[in-house]
């Protein structure tokens, strides 16, 4: 069964760095997430993208954050300058086009921290 | 903003029972609401998803209700497994176009064998 792959699995990194998550959504999908969960909080919403560009994101990301899909198959997340605060488990998605059936298909994450 | 709670954060029930894990919303205006589960270290992994305009779906031994009016869900889980022991959350979206999901903080459901 397809499925979302991410890496690397754990990453960390020293405060003020940059850093790039990786993913690979599954190979038909369209529509790209991000998520993160800081230790212990609920599962927050990044940023969406559809059609090479970012159809909606939250307050928390801000112009730190930036996502690209250099290639056709990875879709990648990058933190210019990592805080403290940015240590989190960051969780791609990925869905088909849309229909009313569809979920968002969820990879393993990576885990973040940043000192 | 849409506010998702979920409630108890943490059961424990003998292997076999029957079991049911709450969820309730803020904004009833929802377009659909999902329940995953996300095992320790894992992604997350959908189990059922209900559109705003159905009752209830089932998938072998959970079903899960909506009541959209009231802002409330429910996953009913029947003859527990020690397999089962994740933590369960729900999620709800908004609308069709707004494809973001609003989490709730989680139920850790534990089957005592």
């Known amino acids: 069964e397809p499925e979302v792959t991410q890496t690397p699995s754990h990453q960390v990194t020293q405060m003020g760095q940059e850093v790039i998550l990786r993913c690979v959504p599954i190979?038909?999908?369209?529509?790209f997430y991000w998520y993160r969960q800081i230790l212990g909080q609920k599962v927050e919403f990044l940023v969406s993208?559809?059609?090479?560009?970012?159809?909606?994101k939250s307050e928390i990301f801000d112009d730190q954050f930036s996502v690209e899909r250099p290639d056709g198959s990875n879709f990648t997340l990058k933190i210019r300058s990592t805080k403290l605060e940015d240590s989190a488990m960051y969780f791609c998605a990925s869905r088909p086009l849309a229909g009313d059936q569809e979920t968002q298909y969820f990879g393993p994450g990576t885990r973040l921290l940043v000192l | 903003k849409q506010e998702v709670t979920q409630i108890p954060a943490a059961l424990s029930v003998p292997e076999g029972e029957n079991l049911v894990l709450n969820c309730s919303f803020t904004d009833s205006a929802i377009y659909n609401l999902q329940w995953f589960r996300q095992d320790p270290g894992k992604g997350l992994t959908s189990l059922l998803l209900?559109?705003?305009?159905?009752r209830e779906q089932t998938s072998g031994r959970l079903n899960a209700s909506l009541d959209k009016s009231s802002g409330r869900s429910t996953l009913y889980i029947a003859a527990s497994q020690p397999g089962d022991s994740a933590t369960y959350l729900c999620a709800v979206m908004r609308d069709f176009g707004n494809e973001k999901l609003t989490f709730g903080t989680g139920t850790r459901l534990t089957i005592i064998p």
């Open positions: 209900i559109q705003s305009s159905q």
């Open positions: 993208f559809y059609n090479n560009e970012i159809s909606e």
């Open positions: 190979s038909n999908h369209l529509y």
